[in-house]
């Protein structure tokens, strides 16, 4: 079991360190599938014109903004870089917040993600968050959540200061319900 902990936690930071370098496809773990990252448009107020369904609109910076960043990590991590690829779109601010959004991943493939999750013995259910919604933490420090909204699927790695301890469900609950209403 302890071996299963620090292999998840070793494939977050190394599937959210692949996608703020600008990598296509992250690791995938016996906690969690990440999804790969796909650029958006960097801008934090932008606000995403696009329809659920066209990728090809959708701004993932303007999912979560810079200022949503701020307030989760505890500290300026700067303007977000549009790392969109063949994945979906996505975003990185720096290496300390991924994100990608798969809009036509649907239900199953969320369902598939959360049961992989279940079986780590970190994941929690989001309650009030999109249509669905769960977060896997290791030591309030890493974390991957995943939101379901219609048939849309956001990805978001964090990586945060070890010193804050301050990824908890509550944090990301609070982004998880920003990010859902700009789906």
Known sequence: MRFQTRTAAA??????VATACGGASAATSSATQAQAGAP?????????TAATGSTAAINACAVITEQDATALLGSDPGAGNDTTGDMGPACA??????????PHAGK???????ASAQGSGKSQDLSGVGDAGF????ANTIGQMEILKGSTILTVNVQGDPSLQNITPASL????T??????
Request: hydrophobic share 55%; no cysteine.
């Open 93 to 102: 601010y720096g290496a300390s917040l991924t994100l990608n959004v798969a």
């Open 178 to 183: 920003a990010a859902a209403g700009r789906l």
């Open 11 to 16: 494939l977050l930071i190394l599937s959210a």
């Open 108 to 114: 199953a493939k969320f369902d598939s993600d959360k």
């Open 173 to 176: 609950t609070t982004l998880g």
């Open 135 to 138: 977060v896997f933490i290791v």
């Open 40 to 48: 958006a448009q960097a801008g934090a107020g932008a606000q995403s």
